[in-house]
T-cell receptor, first 109, second 116 residues
Framework: DAKTTQPPSMDCAEGRAANLPCNHS???????VYWYRQIHSQGPQYIIH???NNETNEMASLIITEDRKSSTLILPHATLRDTAVYYC??????????FGKGTRLSVIA | NAGVTQTPKFQVLKTGQSMTLQCAQD?????MSWYRQDPGMGLRLIHY???????DQGEVPNGYNVSRSTTEDFPLRLLSAAPSQTSVYFC???????????????FGNGTRLTVT
């Protein structure tokens, strides 16, 4: 079973920030938090990952709480092309990543 | 740089037939894996490999066979296809980093399989 809990769906207005939450209360000390997204029927695409510090790249920002039991993926200016299913996953070392059902984000014009 | 290449893109099989889904990567990744995705569901891990000659089972391995004779290739074999194996199959690869693992998975574009 997936080690994370995400809302099944969210809406966001185009141009606004999309904040996608994820709970991972059983995360262990050496596990990373990964975010992927899947647009339509394509293969999932890596977005960002972090261990305990907040991270930012050209696609998104990842905010991890101090106790590491939850995190938020932020898409700063959502566009229609960001409509996708977003997966939050925890994992480490050689352990295969287990995907849950994710959050279906709909960006609305 | 092709990344992860899956063939075929589409396949229709009759119940009981066997076939091999191909996956190849050109990034010299040690880790490779197969997932299946059913409609409206997340991805479920079938088999994975951490290097040539090493494979292991994931969440849903029954009815599938794998081997890893080279770093580049990780074929998935359906031994006797069943309608329950109708799904989209994704192959993924990454570097390995031990406990400092932080290498993202790279996915192929999938093989859409229908078993009638």
């Amino acid at each position: 079973d997936a080690k994370t809990t995400q809302p099944p769906s969210m809406d966001c207005a185009e141009g606004r920030a999309a904040n996608l939450p994820c709970n991972h209360s059983t995360i262990s000390g050496n596990e990373y938090v990964y975010w992927y997204r899947q647009i339509h029927s394509q293969g999932p695409q890596y977005i960002i990952h972090g261990l305990k510090n907040n991270e930012t790249n050209e696609m998104a920002s990842l905010i991890i709480t101090e106790d590491r039991k939850s995190s938020t993926l932020i898409l700063p200016h959502a566009t229609l092309r960001d409509t996708a299913v977003y997966y939050c996953i925890v994992g480490s070392g050689n352990t295969p990543l287990v995907f849950g059902k994710g959050t279906r984000l709909s960006v609305i014009a | 740089n092709a990344g992860v290449t899956q063939t075929p893109k589409f396949q229709v099989l009759k119940t009981g037939q066997s076939m091999t889904l191909q996956c190849a990567q050109d990034m010299n990744h040690e880790y490779m894996s197969w997932y299946r995705q059913d409609p409206g569901m997340g991805l479920r891990l079938i088999h994975y490999s951490v290097g040539a000659g090493i494979t292991d089972q994931g969440e849903v391995p029954n009815g599938y066979n794998v081997s890893r004779s080279t770093t580049e290739d990780f074929p998935l074999r359906l031994l006797s296809a069943a309608p329950s194996q109708t799904s989209v199959y994704f192959c993924a690869s990454s570097y390995l980093g031990g406990l400092s693992y932080n290498s993202p998975l790279h996915f192929g574009n999938g093989t859409r399989l229908t078993v009638t």
